[in-house]
């Protein structure tokens, strides 16, 4: 890792008078292991790296990056960054973060034993994954794809207003997709498991966790339209809240792009709700100690009691905005930093979900979404998206429907939060998920 | 100004030689196919967002990725170090992950080079000054900005790719290919009393910088902006099943997502379509013919040869109803004893190839669009579809929409808020009961598939779905 510094230093100490230079290096190296019928379909070994260059002058700022770092490369990646600057319109906001003693929270996600953990024992866990997840049912047809995949990476940031700052961390994941058949119908249920090293992987759950949600959708049908108490299960809700988090960013907000732009203070979802940002928990796999631009990442709550309290910030935004960066900035070495929540969560309640269920006499249990990216419009807040789950009566779980949507405006669902479950999870994406009971979205079906 | 490029610039990438050996010695632990994937990617980008040329920014990728096939397992390494050492090395930890059992260096002959000839680039994108790019987001953004003064934001993105490859393959198979996109898209946010709505349009082409002269992007954004307007006074969607016509150039996403991917070979293979073991069956309505082209000249999803090295083809799916045949990659067709039909795609070398899609349409047939409109006493017409998604297992697959109105006794009525459309594969392939003669391309898309994103391109004429589930939240 002190190459990687060592690197950004290297290139920042090229900048001219007058100008600031940033740069990012990033090396990771990934293992991916898919197994099928008992066998190894495939098995990816690949180790990756890159640069990516800002350069500030005068208000306007040009980027450029390389997939490599030979030494070549990196004068060529300064110059381009160089001449890309003299095409942007000048902005007094636009600048390099500068340190703001924020110290970075010292956070252990980094694991030497995945790093010698070896390939065959790698294998191994793909091939037992695939194994157990037929086992598990009788109804279990086949694997679609059963996945060890784990990455190990490293990047630095180094800019000539004195930022430097250096992360690396490991993450495994265990991934089934099972096919699931009786009497001519398949459904399909997915499982996982992940960590940091591959101890904390647990094949059992991911297998099992495949099996049941494939077997238990065999014989959905399509329900009928309407409106519905509907229960969100951790998968489906963390998928929502990082799209709520979306909408708080800066940018957004500063651009006209937010539907919470003017409502800061105001009662926005429904009272126990309380949403938090926190890359510094790391229980969160998206944990980081610095953020895209170096500065160390923090906890920021964004709704505490259904009023909204933040909007993210990179230092950009923060300047425009007056205020200071709250750590946000968001980025791959491929592009300049935007401005993002990583690590959101909701507060959990004090219930379990069974209990939530068992409170609802007509409802409907969601285990899976698709199309949020066509189906949500973070602007508008307007969301329409497909589902599939489990109808609920008389609290308890009842037959399997697919092949519906769910919808409503983000506004209305975050107000619609009637209960939160205790079951806060992290999952592989920029939220935790949580059981979550909204009083009425609109079902469409039949 | 005609094709540009220089002799030493189409020349191989990496000497015909050092790729001979290094096959050779991927074959070493006793692999029965290998491959040396070779890209060079060069790009540009410029945003426009709030007014102002926010970035330029120009990116670099370039390596080779290096797989092996032993029996059913295929290993897979890359490298971005394309000298001898770093070829050698990517080449030894393919060959050790296919886990063979071999031992020894396998002598391969490469081919002369062969292939189709890349597509003609009338104006490489490299060569043209880049205040040329930014002067056109520029013109987007007043042209959007004057169509009416509720757009109060316009964010305009200029980009272009120029994408060398050379594969080699224990075959004996040399080729390579030069792939040039050039893409502009212009996003509208309206805002009024029912608060912010959006509007997106987009154009990208196979070809260079030529696209300008056939494409006014102060339309594109104009056009961009209406559709933003429009949704202002959109009216709740729908809930529930209704006949749903889509006009044309706006409706291919629907067919690459209810039977597109489902007719993927490696799903097919493993069991995970609905179309599996129906070809020669009917699986759609009569005068359903689906087609995947891949050498339609200056579309978005068109290449000479695919990421194998195979040529691209024009192949039909579906013809008036009957499943023909399925798309294939290199590796399931081996399975099955038969030849590739040029899907096998890879979004860099990076990554590993499988069946994708390239241009997928539905071709036309005879009736009358406004007819169709007319004959539809209740329903919903969308003019633009935005994404969607598919479970090839079960067949269900959604799609948004992001322009589309209702029609009431025959008429285009209100317009109504965005969101998606749900409905499964081969039960919406038979109810197509409408196909008029008025085909269109559509929008530049990509397509995912297990975290890999290729450009791809579709098109519709207008046509008719007797039943489909609209998402909305309209009583």
Known sequence: MPELLDLAERIVGWADEGEQVEAVVVHERETEVRAYEGEVESLISAESQGVGVRVVRDGRQGFAYAGTLDSDALAEVLAEARDNLTFATPDEHCALAEPDGVKPAELDLYRAT????????????????ERRTRAADPRISGVESADYSDSISESAVATTTGILATGRETGCFLSSYALAEQDGETQTGFGFSLGREPSDLDVEEAAADAAERSTRMLGAVKPPSGRMTVVLDPWVSAQFLGIVGGTLSGEAVQKGRSLFADRLGEDVAAPLLTLVDDPTDPAAHTATGSDGEGLATRRNVLMADGRLERFVHNSETARRAGTVSTGSAVRGYSSTPGVGVRAVSVAGGDCPPAELIA?????????GVTGLHSGVNAVSGDFSTGAEGLRIRGGALAEPVREFTIASTIQKMLLDVLAIGDDVRWLPMRAAGVTLVIGELTVSGV | MKDRITRTEIGPMVDPQLLQDVLGEALATGGEFAEVFVEDRRSTSALLDDGRIEEMASGRDRGAGIRVVVGETTGFAHTADLSPTGLRAASAAASAAALGGGDGVREV???SPSGPPSAVVDVLPSDVAKDRKVALLAEANEAARARDG????????YADSQRRIQIANSDGLLTGDRQVRTLFSVSCVASGDSGLQTGRESVGHTVGFELFDRVDVGDLARRAAERALTKLDAV???????????GPG???VLFHEACGHGLEADLIAKSASVFAGRRGEVVAAPGVSLVDDGTMTGEWGCYAVDDEGRPAQRNVLISDGELTDYMWDRLRARKEGRDSSGN????????????RMTNTYLEAGNDDPEEIVAGTDHGVYVAQLGGGQVNTATGDFVFGMTEAYLIEDGQLTAPIREGNLIGNGPAVLLGIDAIAGDFAMGSPGTCGKDGQGVPVGDGTPTFRVSRLTVGGTAA
């Open chain 2, 150 to 157: 509720a757009i109060t934001q316009v964010t305009a993105r």
């Open chain 1, 114 to 129: 995945l790093v010698d953990h070896p390939t065959e024992a790698k294998v191994a866990l793909a091939l037992d994954l």
């Open chain 2, 109 to 111: 002959v490469l081919d």
């Open chain 2, 250 to 252: 706006g409706g291919g």
């Open chain 2, 344 to 355: 096998g795609r890879r979004q860099g070398y990076r990554y590993l190839p499988m069946v």
């Open chain 2, 236 to 246: 709740p969607a729908p809930s529930g099943e209704i006949p749903v016509v889509v």
């Open chain 1, 359 to 367: 409170a609802i006499d007509d409802g409907l249990l969601v285990q």
